[in-house]
């Protein structure tokens, strides 16, 4: 059901796409109904570009995909603005030519394109399903890549909070776990509450690998034990209902794995 890719697969395009459908189809929704309207993006300079959206109003359900890529990118060589000159000559041997593209669009003027080994994005772009925001970052910039990262995945450009933006959210709107769902041994700080965090899936295609293994006897008795009882103390409560929650996930994915598999 899961699968592990690089930066390169994902700015290939398409990557997960996917594995996060078969999701959606299978679990049902995962989000709240907003309604898809034409939004404006802010651009380098405080320019703005009419994202490529859908003009009609409607209710449709929709799940975010959150990809976290752990390391820098070429903002200027992911979008390239191809016909400046000083792209050019400070980039010099890395730079994209022009006939190289994958053409976007102007923003005030300046010419934009995606890097040439972005098709599955461009072929979102063209279908009016993505949108690009250029110049992303915070005030004053610490250059730390790693308090950056934390800046980032808690929305605090003090870099003190202790939670997550999705987090937040997390703590705010129940105890479902499938609300958000988290691929790797390692939960990012994104997805870290001060009450919850989103649940873990294993990063494998192996058959049954959200599944328990083992002798089906411990198993059983394992699922037994995975529920708070009661005079349990409020930590004791917390570890079971978390145990629980993991095989709810386990299943539901398991089931979607085996579905694809089938089909």
Known sequence: MARSFTRRDFLSGGLGVGAAGALHTTLGPLGSRVRHAPTRTPAAGGAAVTAQASKTTRKVDRTLVLCTLFGGNDGLNTVVPYESSAYHQLRGDIAIR?????????????KLGLNPAMPGLKSLWDAKQVAIILGSGYPDPNLSHFQSMEIMQTADPSGDSPSGWLGRWLDATGSDPMRALSVGPQV?????????????????????????GGDPNFNDSYRKLEHPFKRESTLEAAIAQSGANLLVVGAKAGAVEFSRRGS
């Open 98 to 110: 022009g006939d190289q593209v994958l053409p976007l669009g102007s923003v005030d003027g300046l």
């Open 188 to 212: 990012p700080q994104v997805f870290a509450g001060t009450r919850a965090q989103a649940s873990t899936l294993a990063d494998s295609t192996s058959a049954g690998s959200q599944q328990l």
